[in-house]
């Protein structure tokens, strides 16, 4: 007791500094920043899908209006009209801007080469956030541009949390405290953290004394620990939550079509001035049934035209620019490598995350729970563009030994303990006088060139609906477009009033989702408690369609829904539900952006590639020689994912003779073959990739 009140004395006078601090930050930031709340975020009764139960929840299954097929969003294209405008990319900011122009009236599409969400949207750290790092930049360096993008981000926070509920959510994190003169360092700045976010803060940061913080992180080293700040940012399923925009799109009337390439820019001779695109189906099936992939001309390519094309394709926006202005034209963007590992589960609680801001190079570490397992990272290093790169091992292992340098001595987090790993490629803004890509800001730029191109470049997630905003504002100015009102097109939308509307517009999924909707799933079709959850927060109130898609498990209970891989909570509706709903056409689109496993665990999701092929080679009449083609190029994307290069021409015969299995036998030793992990499940790759 002794010991505990010399600590609370000696952090007294400390915190009673920091408290002066944050006043004196509170009474500026009053001054300078008046104002109410920005928006609201209720939708009129009127136009909800169906009516709901007391709790929000729905009592019957809704029904939804349909959205186009793949093919007639293609048949769209093909049609010899014009388009106000073309977005080049289906990543968070493409299919943004999609719903942005849609929601005013434009007639828009958006052109992905892959599948929407499958560079750089997918590979975040699944983190909803203003970024604390970029507030003590700005303290610091007095820098206003990084103080700009905390708030932006902040504002567009608050936004995501009430737009997508079913997919977002608020996270507190933990800042642990082994210095106890930097506490009110470090409460100062979360309570600026805090005010910065005005109204529409999530909830209040806190300090939690050295007993109390080792109570709710268990696995945090306590030697020398004074104790800790908690502050709260959101989270969310990252590549749902892109393809769940590009949903919505069409639902207000955009065309959005993935496996489209845009291969030329069409110029009109006599102005130079963009008129229009070339764009080649990538999945056209040729005469014979057998799938293109581009070869030959003929009905795989077409001209589309259009009176704008913005350019939203993240890392490769250069590449885009370089068809426009050739070659020679100067780059814009800093490619920057992030790289993360995703851990089992029992290394953080469930509903805490933490963030290491002194790192041995001095870059930011985060520890977070994320769908029922543990991601850590990130990296951020220079790099060359390409569209899978690769995790490299020197980045695993430095991630890992800065995540040992938290934990309790206790407790050995080994290289096998990966799960996957995966390597992002940041689209970060480049300042000519920057020596590091550290020091770079993810502030964007929108960029017009002499042709019309307009290029909207930099950004981050969070803030991916106002770089929308902007883009499509000047793409009106610049292109002359005039927005039209219209009245609801469909149960669930709002109205267009010509304006950007996006900050109100529930997301697919959100009108009928509460967080006691998975009571319903479960008494409606008798779905496992796990599932059940999962299928309601990561697909709202379309979970009912995705439990009904799915198949009978000849059990008495769970009646429905046949798992993908027996540790995870993803079932075979969700690959039907993929296809028929979500424009999902490879093995790699489910397993990887509609699903999470790829990204949860490698190897399992190599032993669900199987069943995955099978269904969608069912709905979309696939022959053998397009199901042995996506075996190929799911192996090749799995190694992007952390599978080791050895394993890629592991056939479909080896894994269904239990091949992985054996894997994670050699890899923990003999002794470890039939190893069970927590709560006496059979671990499948807890020998890490």
């Known amino acids: 007791m002794a010991g505990v009140r010399s600590t609370a004395r000696s952090l007294t006078r400390p915190f009673l500094i920091g408290g002066s601090i944050g006043l004196t930050g509170y009474a500026t930031y009053k001054l300078l920043n008046n104002r109410a709340a920005s928006h609201g975020y209720t939708i009129n009764n009127a136009n909800d899908i169906t009516a709901t139960g007391p709790n929000g929840g729905y009592a019957v299954p809704p029904k939804f209006p349909p959205l186009p097929t793949r093919t007639e969003q293609l048949e769209r294209l093909r049609a010899d009209e014009e388009y106000d405008l073309v977005v080049i990319g289906g990543g968070a900011t493409g299919v943004g801007i999609a719903l942005d122009a849609a929601s005013r009236g434009l007639k828009v599409a958006v052109v992905e080469r892959d599948d929407f969400s499958s560079g750089t949207s997918s590979k975040s750290t699944k983190l909803v956030h203003g970024g604390v790092r970029y507030l003590e930049k700005a303290v610091k360096e007095l820098d206003y541009s990084q103080y700009t993008l905390v708030r932006e981000a902040l504002k567009e926070r608050s936004v995501f949390l009430n737009t997508a509920p079913h997919l977002s959510m608020s996270l507190p994190i933990m800042l642990p405290v082994y210095e106890w003169w930097k506490a009110p360092y470090f409460w100062a700045g979360t309570k600026v953290y805090d005010l910065l976010a005005g109204k529409e803060n999530l909830e209040s940061s806190y300090f939690l004394t050295r007993g109390k913080a080792l109570e709710a992180f268990p696995m945090l080293k306590g030697e020398g620990l004074a104790g800790a700040l908690v502050y709260y940012d959101g989270s969310h399923n990252d590549s749902r939550m892109n393809v769940t925009i590009g949903l919505t799109a069409a639902l207000y009337g955009a065309t959005v079509v993935n496996h489209a390439e845009v291969k030329e820019l069409v110029k009109d001779p006599a102005t130079g001035k963009i008129k229009g695109v070339r764009v080649k189906d990538l999945l056209h099936v040729g005469k014979g049934g057998k799938l293109g992939r581009g070869e030959g001309v003929g009905e795989s390519e077409f001209y589309v035209k259009t009176k704008g094309v913005i350019n939203a394709t993240g890392p490769f926006t250069d590449s885009i620019r370089k068809l426009d202005q050739g070659e020679s034209t ?360």
């Open 330 to 689: 100067q780059e814009i963007v800093a490619p920057s490598s992030g790289v993360h590992i995703v851990l089992p589960g029992y290394f953080s609680p469930a509903r805490m995350g933490l963030i290491d801001p002194n790192t041995s190079d001095g870059r930011v570490i985060f520890f977070l729970p994320w769908q029922g397992n543990t991601i850590a990272g990130t990296t951020d290093a220079p790099t060359t563009i390409t569209p899978h790169p690769l995790p490299r091992e020197e980045e695993i292992n430095w991630i890992l030994s800065e995540v040992r340098r938290y934990l309790s001595p206790d407790i050995t987090v080994r290289r096998e303990d990966v799960l996957a790993a995966w390597s992002g490629i940041r689209p970060l803004v480049k300042d000519p006088d920057a020596k590091n890509t550290e020091s770079l800001v993810r502030n964007h730029l929108i960029n017009i060139s002499e042709s019309g191109l307009l290029t909207i470049a930099g950004g981050k997630w969070t803030t991916y609906r106002q770089m929308a905003e902007e883009s499509v504002d000047a793409a009106i100015t610049a292109f002359g477009l005039t927005p039209s009102t219209h009245p609801i097109l469909a149960p669930g939308t709002l109205p267009s009033t010509g304006h950007c509307n996006t900050e109100h517009i529930k997301l697919i999924g959100a009108h009928g989702f509460s967080k006691t909707l998975f009571i319903n799933l479960i008494q409606h079709f008798g779905i496992e408690v796990e599932v059940a959850k999962h299928l309601a927060h990561n697909y709202g109130d379309r979970a009912w369609t995705v439990a009904a898609l799915s198949s009978p498990t000849n059990v008495r209970f769970p009646t429905r829904g046949l798992r993908l891989a027996p540790m995870y909570p993803f079932i075979d509706g969700e690959v039907r539900y993929g296809v028929r709903h979500e424009y999902a056409q490879t093995a790699v689109d489910i397993l990887a952006r509609r699903t999470r496993l790829a990204f949860l665990n490698v190897n399992a999701a190599l032993e669900a590639l199987p069943t995955v092929i099978d269904v969608m080679a069912t709905e979309l009449n696939w022959d053998k020689g397009r199901k042995d083609k996506e075996w190929t190029d799911t192996l090749q994307f799995l190694v992007s994912m952390g599978l080791p290069e050895k394993r890629v021409n592991t056939t479909r015969k080896e894994v269904e003779a239990g091949a992985v299995m054996g894997w994670a036998a050699q890899t923990n030793g003999k002794q470890s073959a039939k190893a069970v992990g927590i709560e006496g499940t059979p671990t499948l790759a807890n020998g890490g990739v």
